[in-house]
């Protein structure tokens, strides 16, 4: 597991004009796309949601997305955990179905 920070390496967006990112309106539709696949993408969003960093396209989701998630749940003390958690149990039950 890469440490937290260590994920930016692999970022799909690392090579990109940050501009590309911070981006308002229906700019940021085509901003998300760059994360769709990224292999940290679960990472980006939970130190964007952790921070509480406001501006951008983050992990996938927009500064709309992130605060309402943020309002939907408001009792997450640590999303790093809770998105690595989620993604655990959902590859295992990929593999469990794949096998079965």
């Known amino acids: 597991m890469l440490e937290q920070g260590d994920w930016r390496v692999n970022a799909a967006c690392r090579d990109k004009n940050p501009d590309q990112l911070f981006v308002r309106g229906a700019e940021q539709r085509k901003a998300r796309t760059i994360c769709f696949g990224c ?30 998630l943020l309002r939907r749940r408001p009792d997450v003390r640590n999303w790093r955990e809770l998105l690595e958690a989620a993604r655990e149990d959902y590859t295992q039950d990929v593999d469990a179905y794949q096998l079965g």
């Open 39 to 68: 292999p940290v993408r679960t990472e980006c969003l939970a130190e964007a949601l952790d921070k509480r960093i406001e501006f951008g396209v983050w992990g996938g989701m927009t500064e709309r997305e992130r605060r309402a």
